[in-house]
């Protein structure tokens, strides 16, 4: 199978830390980053922002998730505390086209995602991870924008 039948690019790497507020104030100041999205998670227990190098986003652009815990039930929270409380990378997102279809190809080849069908993601997105195990030690996501 050829990769564009897989992944577009990397749509984001994400951050995660205490305060996504601060992480977004630090990459405007100092990397003169855009807020492209801000929204809150609850399914998915984290607020986050999408932090670009432009105002807007072009083809294949990578993005910086930055995102904190909403509470204490967070996998996030979890993870940062399973990480002394120090923030870092947290995963790795896969831009794809249909999702289903993409997630089909990796369970057959033995992949395991953690959702059965895709949830809910940044900007109506349909996301799905493949589990750290099957990603050689990284959580990667499967994210799908919304089709007009
Ligand atoms: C855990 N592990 C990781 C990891 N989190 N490895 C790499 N990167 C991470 N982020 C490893 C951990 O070191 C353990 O390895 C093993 O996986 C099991 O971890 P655990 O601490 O026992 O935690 P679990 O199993 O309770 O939860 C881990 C999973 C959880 C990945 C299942 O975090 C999860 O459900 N994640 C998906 C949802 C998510 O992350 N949402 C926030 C982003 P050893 O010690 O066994 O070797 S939301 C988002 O991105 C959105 C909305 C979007 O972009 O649209
Ligand atoms: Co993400």
Not at 35 to 64: D, K, W, Y
Not at 101 to 130: C, H, Q, W
Request: proline share 5%; with cysteine.
């Amino acid at each position: 199978m050829e990769n564009e039948d897989l992944f577009i690019c990397i749509d984001h790497v994400a951050y995660a830390c205490p305060d996504a507020k601060e992480a977004s104030k630090y990459y405007q100041e100092n990397f003169g980053w855009h807020e492209i999205h801000r929204e809150e998670n609850p399914e998915q227990g984290v607020v986050e922002i999408m932090m670009a190098p432009a105002g807007e986003l072009s083809e294949h652009m990578t993005q910086v998730q930055v995102m904190s815990p909403l509470n204490e039930n967070s996998t996030v929270a979890k993870w940062l505390e399973k990480n002394n409380g120090r923030a870092g990378l947290h995963h790795m997102a896969w831009r794809v086209d249909d999702i289903d279809k993409v997630s089909a190809t990796l369970r057959e080849r033995g992949m395991r995602l953690l959702y059965d069908e895709p949830k809910l993601g940044t900007g109506g997105n349909r996301i799905n991870f493949m589990h750290p195990k099957s990603g050689m030690g990284v959580l990667i996501e499967l994210t799908q924008y919304p089709k007009n």
